[in-house]
């Protein structure tokens, strides 16, 4: 049988109460350092069965093939090891859209598809107007505008409003990835034309941006802060009049953020108005058109898909037992829920001395790990790991992250995996109503440690990860089933 737990009382309620939370930041530490100080103290786990150590393999529902083989390789030695034990970490239900109807893999939110692509005009991201000021407008000035491409377009044309090109030369229209550069467009009054307050130059050649393409189109102008483009728009609180824009609805593209100042990155909502737009157009529309018509058939063929696999996960915990099936959508997004979730499960049904999570792709050199445990006789609150120090903020791509507010993240552990004293995971459990989650898991454990535990004893492990100087590591990342199997063939002849 599955073992089930129930402290989450919805996943909805906690996302909402980890949203609200993000705003608070400083609330959020100073509460933590209240509990923290007032659960030092801590009773009861003399009660608590006693483990040496739990290791929590976070896994995706449908990776059967992969717990299958864990169970086969270095599993089976922890099975031998007395006071250890290993659970496989999942999702109670998988995301009802199939991945073709999401916006994105990692969510479980729909790609909707309207009425838009039916006739072939070529578009604009929105129509602006300078008109008399309405409360609701975000008055910010933003430079950029953060876009994601959910079917291939042609960008044809860019534009910039009209008003910054009036007391300035070399202004630049920018099309830029996570990586590079991948247009600049030098504009001026005379290269251009004016069209609704903004100015459009043709791209030198049609520029096509695949699906899944994402990046940013900001104007800017060289040696300066590019927020001066924006003049007595800047903060145009006392002017009566305000730019407006009025977005289309677009079947392809997925506005993710706008640029207020230098670095200063923020959720996208129709209220702003960008000094930047393009204009595009749709490329074999009639993909778009079938994919609409086949929806139905897919949902249809997606819902037996996830029938079968609960069955198959069903059969898989009563043979094994050892599954711990959280009540949460097995999603890229909920990562960090997923490991707060086993944390909370661990510390409230065990007194273990450490704790170990690691990713279902990874392969554990179980010896190795034996041998750092014991050398450990320290017990203060602490972890082990190949850490990260100092790393940004990213804006696109898998890790995008809007909602930490700060240009670098506290130091995070490696995503493959990290052991800690039970202490440290007790902390950590106790602040789950009101820790919010940012980006990866790795990052929101680094979050959460450094605001609940501050003091914590970092250590960071050299041959953690696979590196040219390492003869064996403790960890080895992101393999397939083939390759799990091969790497226990090669370390365990017997
Ligand atoms: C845009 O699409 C949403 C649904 O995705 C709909 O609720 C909204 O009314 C649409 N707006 C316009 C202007 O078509
Ligand atoms: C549209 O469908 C055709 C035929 O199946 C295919 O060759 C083409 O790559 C598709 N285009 C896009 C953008 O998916």
């Given at each position: 049988?599955?073992?089930?737990?129930?402290?989450?009382?919805?996943?909805?309620?906690?996302?909402?109460?980890?949203?609200?939370?993000?705003?608070?930041?400083?609330?959020?530490?100073?509460?933590?350092?209240?509990?923290?100080?007032?659960?030092?103290?801590?009773?009861?786990?003399?009660?608590?069965t006693?483990?040496?150590?739990?290791?929590?393999?976070?896994?995706?529902?449908?990776?059967?093939?992969?717990?299958?083989?864990?169970?086969?390789?270095?599993?089976?030695?922890?099975?031998?090891?007395?006071?250890?034990?290993?659970?496989?970490?999942?999702?109670?239900?998988?995301?009802?859209?199939?991945?073709?109807d999401?916006?994105?893999?990692?969510?479980?939110?729909?790609?909707?598809?309207?009425?838009?692509?039916?006739?072939?005009?070529?578009?604009?991201?929105?129509?602006?107007?300078?008109?008399?000021?309405?409360?609701?407008?975000?008055?910010?000035?933003?430079?950029?505008?953060?876009?994601?491409?959910?079917h291939?377009?042609?960008?044809?044309?860019?534009?910039?409003?009209?008003?910054?090109?009036?007391?300035?030369?070399?202004?630049?229209?920018?099309?830029?990835?996570?990586?590079?550069?991948?247009?600049?467009?030098?504009?001026?009054s005379?290269?251009?034309?004016?069209?609704?307050?903004?100015?459009s130059i043709?791209?030198?050649?049609?520029?096509?941006?695949?699906?899944?393409?994402?990046?940013?189109?900001?104007?800017?102008?060289?040696?300066i802060?590019?927020?001066?483009?924006?003049?007595?728009?800047?903060?145009?609180?006392?002017?009566?009049?305000?730019?407006?824009?009025?977005?289309?609805?677009?079947?392809?593209?997925?506005?993710?953020?706008?640029?207020?100042?230098?670095?200063?990155?923020?959720?996208?909502?129709?209220?702003?108005?960008?000094?930047?737009?393009?204009?595009?157009?749709?490329?074999?529309?009639?993909n778009?058109?079938?994919?609409?018509k086949?929806?139905?058939?897919?949902?249809k063929?997606?819902?037996?898909?996830?029938?079968?696999?609960?069955?198959?996960?069903?059969?898989?915990?009563?043979?094994?037992?050892?599954?711990?099936?959280?009540?949460?959508?097995?999603?890229?997004?909920?990562?960090?829920?997923?490991?707060?979730?086993?944390?909370?499960?661990?510390?409230?049904?065990?007194?273990?001395?450490?704790?170990?999570?690691?990713?279902?792709?990874?392969?554990l050199?179980?010896?190795?790990?034996?041998?750092?445990?014991?050398?450990?006789?320290?017990t203060?609150?602490?972890?082990?790991?190949?850490?990260?120090?100092?790393?940004?903020?990213p804006?696109?791509?898998?890790?995008?992250?809007?909602?930490?507010?700060?240009?670098?993240?506290?130091?995070?552990?490696?995503?493959?995996?990290y052991?800690?004293?039970?202490s440290?995971?007790?902390?950590?459990?106790?602040?789950?109503?009101?820790?919010?989650?940012?980006?990866?898991?790795d990052?929101s454990?680094?979050?959460?440690?450094?605001?609940?535990?501050g003091?914590?004893?970092?250590?960071?492990?050299?041959c953690?990860?696979?590196?040219?100087?390492?003869?064996?590591?403790?960890?080895?990342?992101?393999?397939?089933?083939?390759?799990?199997?091969?790497?226990?063939?090669?370390?365990?002849?017997?």
């Open positions: 049988m599955a073992v089930v737990q129930q402290l989450y009382p919805t996943t909805t309620t906690t996302t909402t109460t980890t949203r609200w939370l993000s705003f608070h930041n400083l609330t959020v530490i100073v509460a933590a350092f209240f509990i923290y100080t007032f659960r030092l103290p801590e009773t009861g786990s003399e009660d608590l006693f483990k040496r150590l739990v290791i929590g393999v976070i896994s995706a529902r449908d990776h059967l093939s992969h717990r299958n083989a864990i169970r086969q390789t270095w599993g089976s030695l922890v099975q031998d090891l007395p006071h250890v034990e290993l659970v496989f970490v999942l999702g109670d239900r998988d995301c009802p859209l199939h991945p073709a999401r916006l994105s893999s990692r969510t479980c939110r729909e790609w909707y598809i309207g009425e838009d692509i039916e006739n072939s005009h070529v578009r604009t991201f929105f129509k602006s107007k300078n008109e008399l000021a309405k409360v609701t407008l975000d008055s910010e000035c933003s430079t950029g505008l953060g876009i994601k491409i959910l291939p377009v042609i960008l044809e044309e860019v534009s910039v409003r009209a008003t910054v090109l009036k007391n300035a030369a070399d202004i630049f229209i920018i099309l830029q990835d996570a990586k590079e550069m991948i247009e600049s467009v030098k504009v001026s005379e290269s251009c034309s004016e069209e609704n307050g903004y100015c043709k791209l030198p050649a049609p520029l096509y941006l695949p699906k899944g393409f994402e990046g940013e189109l900001r104007v800017h102008k060289k040696g802060d590019d927020i001066s483009l924006c003049g007595e728009d800047l903060y145009s609180l006392q002017s009566k009049t305000k730019w407006v824009c009025k977005w289309i609805n677009s079947s392809v593209i997925n506005y993710k953020f706008v640029r207020t100042r230098k670095d200063v990155f923020t959720k996208w909502r129709k209220t702003f108005c960008p000094l930047v737009s393009a204009k595009f157009s749709i490329v074999d529309k009639n778009l058109t079938v994919h609409k086949e929806q139905e058939l897919r949902t063929e997606w819902k037996n898909h996830l029938k079968f696999l609960q069955k198959k996960i069903d059969k898989e915990g009563e043979k094994n037992n050892d599954l711990l099936i959280l009540p949460l959508m097995d999603i890229y997004t909920h990562l960090p829920h997923k490991v707060m979730g086993f944390l909370d499960w661990v510390t409230h049904k065990y007194n273990s001395l450490f704790i170990l999570k690691i990713d279902d792709d990874t392969f050199n179980v010896p190795l790990l034996e041998l750092l445990i014991k050398s450990e006789i320290n203060t609150p602490s972890w082990w790991s190949q850490f990260q120090y100092h790393r940004s903020v804006v696109y791509g898998k890790w995008a992250d809007l909602e930490y507010p700060a240009l670098t993240y506290p130091t995070f552990p490696s995503g493959a995996g052991l800690m004293t039970g440290l995971a007790r902390t950590v459990a106790a602040g789950r109503s009101y820790l919010a989650s940012y980006g990866g898991e990052v454990m680094g979050i959460w440690v450094s605001s609940v535990a003091n914590t004893r970092e250590v960071d492990i050299p953690w990860l696979p590196h040219p100087y390492c003869s064996q590591t403790v960890l080895v990342p992101q393999l397939s089933v083939a390759q799990l199997t091969q790497i226990w063939g090669k370390t365990h002849t017997k």
